[in-house]
């Protein structure tokens, strides 16, 4: 059985544009090519020009551990700043979704 393909919205397709362009700027800074890069990477050199494009078949993690080597932040906040308030708004947050929950009936 063949997967179906999947389609992302313009958002995302938008987001991986621009973090591949912030990839291939901060490469261009630093004056490695994409050679040196990709063996830093422990990637192929096509699966770096992917990622420079803004594919969506790169893994998240590799796009992650690149973005990482040339020092490009992924997240807004320190990422133990911001894992202590995704830790305590997630303590907020019931552990559990039930779905099994009827509708309210709130026709009177």
Not at 7 to 23: H, W
Not at 61 to 83: C, D, M, Y
């Amino acid at each position: 059985m063949s997967r179906k393909p999947h389609s992302y919205s313009a958002v995302t397709a938008d987001a991986l544009g621009v973090l591949g362009r912030q990839i291939e700027a901060e490469r261009r800074t630093l004056q490695w090519t994409q050679a040196d890069l990709a063996e830093r990477a422990g990637v192929s050199r096509q699966t770096l020009m992917a990622v420079e494009q803004g594919s969506t078949s790169p893994t998240i993690g590799i796009v992650f551990e690149i973005a990482t080597l040339l020092g490009i932040p992924l997240v807004g906040a320190s990422a133990s700043e911001s894992r202590r308030n995704i830790d305590a708004r997630l303590a907020l947050l019931p552990s559990r979704v039930d779905r099994t929950r009827s509708a309210v009936n709130d026709d009177f």
